[in-house]
T-cell receptor
Framework: DTAVSQTPKYLVTQMGNDKSIKCEQN?????MYWYKQDSKKFLKIMFS???????INETVPNRFSPKSPDKAHLNLHINSLELGDSAVYFC????????????????FGPGTRLTVL | QKEVEQNSGPLSVPEGAIASLNCTYS??????FFWYRQYSGKSPELIMS????GDKEDGRFTAQLNKASQYVSLLIRDSQPSDSATYLC?????????????FGKGTKLSVIP
């Protein structure tokens, strides 16, 4: 029943490791996003995907790579993890592109708390 | 630089009072604004969205938008302890056929029983 789901919920790993976080949405939405929320609770967009195409790529390190096998999934791969990568990562989805002044709700997953030791 | 500014608080109000949360934004091109509520350890959930100047009411919540002043607010009437959370203001910015949300840093609200 969960609209946007993420796995794992918690991820603890050593510096230098490579890890992945998976996201799935069953809402039939066209666009999916990855956000990072730091220890000060600041939520910042990292990537978004629409119909399997990357449409926004913020200035994040290229160690982070989003991969979308289909419209319902957007996974986040992180190579060579660093201490500063510790944060909560949220996946989100929305129905469609922004069009004029229309509103378009983003639905968030439960988050993945990543701790790099 | 598209920025959304919020007073980080904490904002404390007694139960039953009106809580007023404020937000300003820097980019006049932003079209839509959203208020999300985030409980500790949980994900953000949408409370209100607004894209026209004026007020929009939904139950105990009223969102206000003033594009000339680049100001967005959220009023919570008859505040309840269950309203205690961090409230995130976000502006939607369009570009290249898509949009993104830029979030403020959030205001922590505590409703005192």
């Amino acid at each position: 029943d969960t609209a946007v789901s993420q796995t794992p919920k918690y991820l603890v790993t050593q510096m230098g490791n490579d890890k992945s976080i998976k996201c799935e949405q069953n809402l039939g939405h066209d666009t999916m996003y990855w956000y990072k929320q730091d220890s000060k609770k600041f939520l910042k967009i990292m990537f978004s995907y629409n119909n399997k195409e990357l449409i926004i790529n913020e200035t994040v390190p290229n160690r982070f790579s989003p991969k979308s096998p289909d419209k319902a999934h957007l996974n986040l791969h992180i190579n060579s993890l660093e201490l500063g990568d510790s944060a909560v990562y949220f996946c989100a989805s929305s129905q469609d592109y922004f069009q004029g002044a229309s509103t378009d709700t983003q639905y968030f997953g439960p988050g993945t708390r990543l701790t790099v030791l | 630089q598209k920025e959304v500014e919020q007073n980080s608080g904490p904002l404390s109000v007694p139960e039953g009072a009106i809580a007023s949360l404020n937000c300003t934004y820097s980019d006049r091109g932003s079209q839509s604004f959203f208020w999300y509520r985030q409980y500790s350890g949980k994900s953000p959930e949408l409370i209100m969205s607004i894209y026209s100047n004026g007020d929009k009411e939904d139950g105990r919540f009223t969102a206000q938008l003033n594009k000339a002043s680049q100001y967005v607010s959220l009023l919570i009437r008859d505040s309840q302890p269950s309203d205690s959370a961090t409230y995130l203001c976000a502006g939607a910015y369009s570009g290249a056929g898509s949009y993104q949300l830029t979030f403020g840093k959030g205001t922590k609200l505590s409703v005192i029983p």
